[in-house]
């Protein structure tokens, strides 16, 4: 099954490489992650740049917030490395969990929920909670093509 979990979650071993495959999805590195606590560091399958860049900017208003304001559903997009990877860690979340980490916190709003909704949608991965609505990009993946 595809999963969710923070880079906190990792920080404090509430998931280990013993729970599942273990991949970091973020543009950078997060600090203080030794190589041994995961299995993989994919930026590509996180925000552009520009997208990172603007919801950063807005984040003094709240998490939520700046995930409005950066409009972070409509601008979220893939390469077509990223969705062959995706395709490829949802084959492998048939018989595993597959742990999608970010900074973001349980229940926030955030780019790993919308991997989750992108690969059942697309490669009929099993998902595990979603906390938030994406209806513009529920939308969005009717006709989601990689960038």
Known sequence: MLK???VQDLRVGNITRNDGFIVIAMRFYPRGIRKELRDEYRADLSPTKALFRDFKNNQAAGHD???ER???ERRFELSEQAME???LLA???E???VYLICQCQLGQRCHREMLLLL???KFDAPIDTIY???SCWVKRLETFKAA
């Open 119 to 121: 690969a059942q949608k």
């Open 95 to 97: 018989g595993n969990d």
């Open 4 to 6: 969710q979990a923070s």
């Open 132 to 134: 938030n609505e994406y």
């Open 85 to 87: 990877h995706l395709d």
């Open 70 to 72: 950066s409009e972070y």
């Open 91 to 93: 084959g492998i979340s």
């Open 65 to 67: 917030v700046a995930f």
